[in-house]
């Protein structure tokens, strides 16, 4: 109860951030975008994860307001990341949406509106949803990606490999893109299966013609086994850990 009071006022009190994970073309180890990642600055605790307050806001409700708030400011920030350097003019942001947010009919209207009122280019902004979200029966979230689609924006398809259900399903779902669970990642070197995994997912993207990205690369290894095998986009530690605005824009300079 006292988290979900001072949720409520954590974001007007400037104490929720957003930090960005760069993302990078594996062929070149260029920039092209970023992830947001929300953080909670408390004055007492510290700062919190969103593992823990994300799921307040979700069971609270509170997620409905917050949500918005989140891909608008993700938005703002990417404008000025875009404005650095031509090379950058194209990054795009990846912002990541909870089970509730999907049930919120009126998201394909919020982003749109955001899109229009910060400028952002649709394409330029990406949604990062579960595998849990897209199989969630309660939910037409089919219906509900495909009105996100036709504003334009990019969805991928979060956390892919953990809640295997077969590769199968992947075919049948609008999505542009698939991030490959770091756990996957982590033991790809010495892990066989592990491995054979990573190359059916990005075998699977390609015949598709979906972007394949891994998340969690710690090591030059894993890196280059990567993207010997196809592998479009990367971020991890290896890459650059999240950062606040300010220090993403630094490395952009
Ligand atoms: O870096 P990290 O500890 O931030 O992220 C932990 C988890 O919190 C990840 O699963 C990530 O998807 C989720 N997360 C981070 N920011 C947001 C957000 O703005 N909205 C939602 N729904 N989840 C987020
Ligand atoms: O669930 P989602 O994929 O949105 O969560 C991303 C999470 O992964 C964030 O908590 C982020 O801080 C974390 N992360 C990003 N890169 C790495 C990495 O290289 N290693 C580890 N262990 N965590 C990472
Ligand atoms: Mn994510
Ligand atoms: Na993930």
Redesign the pocket.
């Given at each position: 109860v006292r988290m979900e009071k001072e949720l409520r006022t954590a974001w007007e009190r400037d104490e929720l951030t957003?930090?960005y994970?760069p993302v990078f073309r594996m062929s070149d180890r260029q920039i092209v975008g970023a992830?947001?990642?929300?953080?909670w600055q408390h004055p007492e605790y510290g700062v919190v994860?969103?593992?823990v307050f994300?799921a307040v806001?979700?069971e609270t409700g509170l997620?409905e307001q917050?949500?918005p708030h989140?891909i608008r400011k993700a938005c703002i920030d990417a404008m000025r990341w875009r404005a650095v350097a031509p090379k950058y003019t194209d990054l795009f942001v990846s912002?990541?949406?909870?089970v509730r947010?999907l049930r919120d009919a009126w998201l394909p209207e919020q982003v749109g509106e955001i899109l229009k009122s910060t400028g952002m280019s649709p394409e330029g902004l990406h949604l990062?949803l579960?595998e849990t979200v897209v199989l969630d029966d309660a939910i037409d979230s089919r219906g509900l990606m495909r009105r996100l689609r036709d504003a334009g924006v990019k969805l991928w398809l979060?956390?892919f490999g953990t809640g295997f259900s077969g590769l199968s399903h992947l075919r049948r779902l609008p999505v542009d893109g698939v991030k490959i669970d770091r756990t996957f990642v982590s033991d790809i070197l010495h892990d066989a299966d592990d491995r054979a995994l990573t190359r059916a997912i990005i075998g699977m993207a390609q015949s598709l013609g979906i972007v394949v990205i891994a998340e969690g690369i710690e090591e030059q290894g894993q890196y280059e086994l990567l993207r010997e095998t196809g592998c479009d986009l990367g971020q991890g530690y290896l890459l650059g850990k999240?950062m606040d605005q300010q220090s993403f824009l630094k490395l952009l300079r």
């Amino acid at each position: 109860v006292r988290m979900e009071k001072e949720l409520r006022t954590a974001w007007e009190r400037d104490e929720l951030t957003m930090y960005y994970q760069p993302v990078f073309r594996m062929s070149d180890r260029q920039i092209v975008g970023a992830e947001a990642l929300l953080r909670w600055q408390h004055p007492e605790y510290g700062v919190v994860a969103p593992s823990v307050f994300i799921a307040v806001a979700e069971e609270t409700g509170l997620i409905e307001q917050l949500g918005p708030h989140v891909i608008r400011k993700a938005c703002i920030d990417a404008m000025r990341w875009r404005a650095v350097a031509p090379k950058y003019t194209d990054l795009f942001v990846s912002v990541n949406l909870s089970v509730r947010q999907l049930r919120d009919a009126w998201l394909p209207e919020q982003v749109g509106e955001i899109l229009k009122s910060t400028g952002m280019s649709p394409e330029g902004l990406h949604l990062e949803l579960t595998e849990t979200v897209v199989l969630d029966d309660a939910i037409d979230s089919r219906g509900l990606m495909r009105r996100l689609r036709d504003a334009g924006v990019k969805l991928w398809l979060d956390d892919f490999g953990t809640g295997f259900s077969g590769l199968s399903h992947l075919r049948r779902l609008p999505v542009d893109g698939v991030k490959i669970d770091r756990t996957f990642v982590s033991d790809i070197l010495h892990d066989a299966d592990d491995r054979a995994l990573t190359r059916a997912i990005i075998g699977m993207a390609q015949s598709l013609g979906i972007v394949v990205i891994a998340e969690g690369i710690e090591e030059q290894g894993q890196y280059e086994l990567l993207r010997e095998t196809g592998c479009d986009l990367g971020q991890g530690y290896l890459l650059g850990k999240p950062m606040d605005q300010q220090s993403f824009l630094k490395l952009l300079r």
